[in-house]
Nanobody, 122 residues
Framework: QVRLVESGGGLVQAGGSLRLSCAASGGTFSRAAMSWFRQAPDKERDFVADISGGGSIIDYADSVKGRFTISRDNTKNTVYLQMSSLKAEDAAVYYC???????????????WGQGTQVTVSS
C-alpha cells in the first residue's frame, strides 16, 4: 500500500518562498508519476505540477509557471515543490499524488497524501 506524507506548509508573506516535501512509502517510487494539486476553500482541487518517474518530464499549471519548481529524489522516495514569489491566490491545502502516468486530472491518481496548508499573508 502506498502512503504519501506531505510536509513543509505554513504561513509565509506574499513574495516569500516555501518548499513542500512529499515522502512516499510502499510501491515502486521511481516508476511512479508524482504530482502536486491544491485546493482552496470552496474550490475544486486544481493541478499544480507533475513529474515523470525519472524526473525528465515536467509540467506546470500556467498559474505557477516560472514561480514553482517540482523535483524528486528517487533515492529518498520524495518529491518536492519549491514555491517562490508566493501570492495570496496560492493559499490552499497542497496535496501530493502518485499515479501510473502524469496527468493534470485528479481522478487519474490512485494515491493521495493528507495535505499541507499553505497560507500567504499580504
Amino acid at each position: 500500500q502506498v502512503r504519501l506524507v506531505e510536509s513543509g506548509g505554513g504561513l509565509v508573506q506574499a513574495g516569500g518562498s516555501l518548499r513542500l516535501s512529499c515522502a512516499a512509502s510502499g510501491g515502486t517510487f521511481s516508476r511512479a508519476a508524482m504530482s502536486w494539486f491544491r485546493q482552496a476553500p470552496d474550490k475544486e482541487r486544481d493541478f499544480v505540477a507533475d513529474i515523470s518517474g525519472g524526473g525528465s518530464i515536467i509540467d506546470y499549471a500556467d498559474s505557477v509557471k516560472g514561480r514553482f519548481t517540482i523535483s524528486r529524489d528517487n533515492t529518498k522516495n520524495t518529491v518536492y515543490l519549491q514555491m517562490s514569489s508566493l501570492k495570496a491566490e496560492d493559499a490552499a491545502v497542497y496535496y501530493c499524488a502518485q499515479g501510473t502516468f502524469r496527468s493534470p486530472y485528479a481522478h487519474s491518481y490512485a494515491y493521495w497524501g493528507q495535505g499541507t496548508q499553505v497560507t500567504v499573508s499580504s
